[in-house]
């Protein structure tokens, strides 16, 4: 039986994304996930304790949005904040802040995105090429990511590579991110997913 997990999201990319990746790796541990996702569509989560409250039947909760100009420690101490977790509704909790947004994520691992655009549209119709430089805002990346798939395939995809975010995810490696590059990406795979997936394991 699936453990179901109650999920928070800014967007249907971050959605997509972090599910990819939550499931490999709940895979890994040896049992499945069911992620309930509920979108924010940008807007904020001051309302983010309200919705846990009547919410309750999760095993879990899973917070993701784009740090933009917030570093990812300030952002998550303001969601945990809101969230009050400590409450009765307490649960084991896992926030995903990516910086400067989920488009940067995307680019973590280019060998893996190689991969994804491989399988779906031919290993022909895929070029090797540079991956491009760490975006530095949320509209860098956002056309960076464009960019990049558009020049894998010789021509660009209607979402910039955004409707295979859930592939690229499935398919990220922990062990080819730099931790210098995306690294709160890279805490979150490495240390935050694994006790978060041991915390679930150990809920009644």
Not at 39 to 47: A, E, P, S, V
Not at 153 to 182: K, S, V, W, Y
Request: glycine share 8%; net charge positive.
């Amino acid at each position: 039986m699936p453990i179901p997990i109650l999920g928070i999201f800014e967007d249907g990319t971050f959605r997509d994304f972090v599910t990819g990746i939550v499931e490999r790796h709940a895979s890994q541990h040896g049992f499945a996930v069911h992620l309930q996702p509920f979108l924010t569509n940008g807007c904020n989560f001051d309302n983010l304790r309200d919705h846990l409250a009547r919410e309750t039947a999760q095993a879990g909760v899973l917070v993701g949005v784009d740090g933009k100009r917030t570093s990812a420690r300030e952002k998550i101490d303001r969601l945990r904040a809101r969230a009050d977790i400590t409450n009765e509704y307490a649960r084991p909790a896992l926030w995903a802040v990516a910086s400067p947004s989920i488009e940067a994520w995307l680019m973590a691992d280019p060998e893996g995105v190689h991969h994804v655009l491989a399988e779906l549209y031919g290993a022909s119709a895929v070029r090797a090429t540079a991956r491009p430089a760490a975006p530095a805002s949320e509209s860098t990346a956002k056309s960076a990511l464009r960019s990049w798939t558009g020049r894998i395939l010789g021509r660009p995809l209607l979402r910039g590579g955004c409707e295979h975010a859930q592939e690229i995810g499935r398919a990220l490696d922990p062990n080819r991110l730099g931790r210098r590059r995306t690294p709160n990406l890279w805490r979150f795979v490495r240390e935050d997913l694994p006790r978060f997936l041991e915390d679930l394991a150990r809920s009644p």
